[in-house]
């Protein structure tokens, strides 16, 4: 299954760096994305046709710090698992740094960060028919994943990012988490899925979540301060109900800003 069978699912994820060249290779050939088009400062790579991910050099933008508010990671979704297998041999095979891997029930992900320290996640869901539910809520856990197990997946060498991979989901950290979900079940209008010590996971047409919003390391946080390296956007493709049910709750706004300034910009899947 996809993220993408919901009424809203995640466009592509924009981030301001300071070095695009360096940060661009790594995507490209850490994570395999084809680089799609560039425009003076800005470069997009995705795969396909299809724009995953933005990156805006702004070199004289600060060094956004872990404590504030902005991203915790994108998360790209890979079509099945024997893809995340192939991945995941690539990354060993190559050295690139992983920084944690767990399985969350749901889903099965492996985690890394970007030369700019912009967190990733790469992952692959378990079939919808195998999640379990406490209540309304979706079980989650963070557990060990069986690398081992996961590698003996694999079905061939590595050739790239698969057909099929998207962003899945994409993690906020914010200040307080009660003003995260006014804003994104509220305004937004995102279910929420669950709720974990210190975070809150939203998810559109019963999806685990698309977006998640955490204390864990910017509790208390103010307002962004830019131009600052990090996130810069996220695209939010809607169908033509959500989108006029949000565009109904915002003022008719394309693009709004969360209470820290994250920015949102919502797409009309069909226009």
């Known amino acids: 299954m996809s993220s993408a069978s919901a009424p809203i699912e995640i466009g592509r994820v924009a981030l301001t760096v300071n070095d695009l060249d360096k940060v661009g290779r790594f995507y490209e050939t850490a994570l395999g994305l084809q680089p799609l088009s560039q425009d003076g400062s800005i470069a997009r790579y995705g795969v396909g046709d299809r724009v995953l991910l933005e990156l805006r050099a702004d070199k004289a933008a600060r060094r956004a710090s872990h404590r504030e508010a902005g991203l ?3 998360a790209f979704l890979m079509p099945d698992r024997a893809a995340l297998a192939r991945w995941l041999i690539h990354a060993a095979e190559t050295r690139v740094p992983l920084q944690g891997a767990s399985d969350h029930l ?3 992900a492996i ?3 970007d030369p700019e320290g912009n967190g990733i996640e790469v992952y692959v869901d378990r079939p919808r028919s195998a999640w379990t539910h406490n209540g309304k809520s979706i079980r989650m856990a963070t557990d060990a994943l069986d ?5 003996r997946s694999a ?13 899945g989901h994409v993690h906020l950290q914010v200040g307080t988490l009660p003003e995260a979900e006014a804003f994104y079940n509220g305004a937004l209008g995102f279910d929420i899925t669950t709720h ?3 975070a809150t996971f939203y998810g559109s047409g019963g999806y685990h979540h698309h977006l998640a919003t955490n204390i864990w390391n910017s509790r208390g946080a103010g307002q962004r ?4 390296t990090g996130l810069a956007d996220v695209e939010l493709l809607t169908d033509a109900d959500s989108h006029a049910a949000i565009s109904g709750r915002v003022g008719g706004k394309s693009t709004v800003t ?6 949102v910009t919502l797409t009309r899947k069909d226009a």
């Open 258 to 263: 969360d209470p820290w300034g994250t920015s």
């Open 106 to 108: 749901v889903s099965e």
């Open 72 to 74: 915790f990671h994108t």
């Open 225 to 228: 301060s830019q131009p600052a």
């Open 147 to 151: 690398l081992n197990g996961l590698a």
């Open 155 to 167: 079905d061939g060498p590595w050739t790239g990012a698969p057909d099929g991979m998207v962003v």
């Open 111 to 113: 985690y890394l960060a």
């Open 196 to 198: 974990y010590p210190g």
